[in-house]
């Protein structure tokens, strides 16, 4: 039944029916708006420039998932490797850096029912993911689990699993974000806090490259690694080798180029803290 909820809807989409080929899931479609109708309501009242900044980083967050996740690009992630790699990319390297810069546990908190509000606090912050003690925040860690996560999904037995099974499916895309979020919330701030500019660009550049190491091996393969495509890739003018080519330039050109956008940012951010500590 799980696998029925979750599963990618119909079959794959075909280049002739792909803007029709919307993932209007009842589950997701929950999951979104209810996220944003909690966030809206804990907003209420609140309008420093900084919380309308980070309320605005959720709602374009939120909105990011929705493409990546609802749009036709879901039903052509079902056909192509280089659809499902958009998919990733949108996820770890543009929803999850705006959710952790929003920090939106208070606000979610606020907007939640009366019984959640008043459930213990630990349980509260657990639930919320606002609590360091809930959550990992140390910097090794969070950037083992995420890179860990990264090279298992794109394993040939999981990924094929993850594209023919609904279930999985799900799964390979929750611990894409959540082990962005907890990457990211240590990178550039939030409740988990910021680790020295020093330390975030360490990460930053470890991360980018375990992402293009894998992509190096996507693009100069020889064979294709996913026998979920073999049959699929055909009707969008690709053959599955072409097709993962193709994915593992995504990965490594326009992910590499977001990697070095927000290194930058964090780079000039050091400088001018560090400017005005010692000015």
Same mark, same amino acid.
């Given at each position: 039944?799980? !696998? !029925?909820?979750?599963?990618? =809807?119909?079959?794959?989409?075909?280049?002739?029916?792909?803007?029709?080929?919307?993932?209007?899931?009842?589950?997701?479609?929950?999951?979104?708006?209810?996220?944003?109708?909690? /966030?809206?309501?804990?907003?209420?009242?609140?309008? @420093?420039?900084?919380?309308?900044?980070?309320?605005?980083?959720?709602?374009?967050?939120?909105?990011?998932?929705?493409?990546?996740?609802?749009?036709?690009?879901?039903?052509?992630?079902?056909?192509?490797?280089?659809?499902?790699?958009?998919?990733?990319?949108?996820?770890?390297?543009?929803?999850?850096?705006?959710?952790?810069?929003?920090?939106?546990?208070?606000?979610?908190?606020?907007?939640?029912?009366?019984?959640?509000?008043?459930?213990?606090?630990?349980?509260? @912050?657990?639930?919320?993911?606002?609590? @360091?003690?809930?959550?990992?925040? !140390?910097?090794? =860690?969070?950037?083992?689990?995420?890179?860990?996560?990264?090279?298992?999904?794109?394993?040939?037995?999981?990924?094929?699993?993850?594209?023919?099974?609904?279930?999985?499916?799900?799964?390979? /895309?929750?611990?894409?974000?959540?082990?962005?979020?907890?990457?990211?919330?240590?990178?550039? #701030? #939030?409740?988990? #806090?910021?680790?020295?500019?020093?330390?975030?660009?360490?990460?930053?550049?470890?991360?980018?490259?375990?992402?293009?190491?894998?992509?190096?091996?996507?693009?100069?393969?020889?064979?294709?690694?996913?026998?979920?495509?073999? =049959?699929?890739? #055909?009707?969008?003018?690709?053959?599955?080798?072409?097709?993962?080519?193709?994915?593992?330039?995504?990965?490594?050109?326009?992910?590499?180029?977001?990697?070095?956008?927000?290194?930058?940012?964090?780079?000039?951010?050091?400088? /001018?803290?560090?400017?005005?500590? =010692?000015?």
């Amino acid at each position: 039944m799980l !696998n !029925n909820l979750l599963a990618h =809807t119909g079959q794959p989409a075909a280049p002739h029916d792909v803007w029709t080929a919307w993932h209007l899931h009842p589950v997701l479609l929950f999951a979104l708006v209810g996220a944003v109708w909690l /966030h809206r309501k804990g907003s209420v009242g609140s309008g @420093r420039p900084a919380d309308v900044w980070r309320a605005r980083a959720f709602m374009s967050a939120v909105a990011v998932l929705a493409v990546a996740l609802v749009s036709p690009l879901e039903r052509m992630a079902a056909a192509l490797a280089s659809a499902h790699m958009v998919q990733h990319v949108l996820i770890v390297l543009v929803a999850a850096p705006l959710f952790a810069a929003s920090a939106p546990g208070s606000r979610l908190l606020r907007g939640s029912p009366l019984l959640v509000r008043r459930a213990p606090s630990h349980l509260r @912050r657990l639930w919320l993911g606002s609590s @360091r003690a809930a959550l990992p925040t !140390n910097p090794a =860690t969070v950037w083992l689990l995420h890179v860990a996560t990264l090279w298992t999904w794109h394993s040939a037995a999981a990924y094929d699993a993850a594209v023919r099974s609904g279930a999985v499916h799900a799964i390979e /895309h929750v611990t894409f974000l959540a082990t962005a979020i907890l990457l990211w919330r240590v990178m550039i #701030g #939030g409740r988990g #806090g910021n680790v020295p500019g020093g330390l975030a660009l360490l990460l930053i550049f470890g991360t980018a490259m375990a992402s293009v190491l894998l992509s190096v091996l996507l693009t100069f393969a020889t064979e294709p690694w996913y026998d979920a495509y073999t =049959t699929t890739t #055909g009707v969008w003018g690709l053959d599955p080798l072409a097709d993962q080519q193709l994915a593992g330039v995504l990965m490594w050109v326009p992910a590499g180029m977001i990697y070095m956008g927000i290194g930058l940012s964090l780079f000039v951010s050091w400088i /001018h803290r560090s400017e005005r500590a =010692t000015g």
